[in-house]
């Protein structure tokens, strides 16, 4: 079983890697495969709706969308993190993520999703409202933890100061493993 988290910030190694690598060491622990697949900071080109990838099945913009769309078919899960940024995600997110579920509603059919977002005060909840409805238009369970997927904070030190975000990450984590398995035991695999 394998997860894909995805780092939605122009920051490598900022607060949302380290609100996704808290989750990933859960999988971990749980037994679950991960990658954390960075968009990296270049501009993402946003989606024209022009419907070349349902012919080709591949964006005519050759970027991280079409290295991402190919591992898909062998992943069972997502995670998509971002900063907030003006009580939305990275504008990079939103324009990886409309290419990607562009059309592609049967690639993600069924797979776990979840959102994690990191702010220093206010906007989490909308941008995280944002995040999850590309599952439920796509028809992904999503997961959740024991508050919403988000965590606090301007620098990585002070997201790990954040006990309550890091536990979230922590459980949300645990809770996709837990799920993960359990649609794997329901297929008739308990190994």
Known sequence: MKV???NGSPKEKG??????REVEKSLNENGIQTEIFWIGNKPVAGCIGCGSCLKTGKCYVDDKVNEFLEKVPTTDGFIFGSPVHFAAISGMLSSFMDRCFYGRKKLFSNKLGAGVVSCRRAGATSALDE???YFTISNMPIVSSQYWN???G???EEVKKDEEGMQTMRILGKNMSWLLKCIKMSHGDAS
């Open 4 to 6: 894909i988290l995805v």
């Open 154 to 156: 301007t620098t990585p």
């Open 150 to 152: 988000m965590v606090y």
């Open 131 to 133: 995040i999850n409805k």
């Open 15 to 20: 607060c949302t890697y380290t609100a996704l």
